[in-house]
């Protein structure tokens, strides 16, 4: 999880990008089914399916990814 939302995230000053990096964090989450943890990161229609219910597990795995057309 943690190395997805840095892949997807962005400069933290536009302007110096070895200042660092903000994570993406997604635009919803949820854990419908109370094993996997979905991030919804509407900006991009993917959806990323994680092997956890917590949006707290940075170490979780992909369990799946949807892409919206």
Do not use: C, R
């Not at 990096?21 to 509407?42: F, N, R, T, V």
């Amino acid at each position: 999880m943690a190395t997805v939302e840095h892949k997807l995230g962005q400069p933290k000053v536009v302007y110096a990008p070895l200042a660092g990096w903000e994570p993406g964090l997604p635009d919803q989450g949820g854990s419908p089914d109370y094993i996997h943890y979905w991030a919804i990161y509407k900006h991009f229609g993917l959806t990323v399916i994680y092997n956890t219910p917590l949006a707290s597990d940075k170490s979780a795995t992909i369990y799946d990814v949807i892409l919206d057309e």
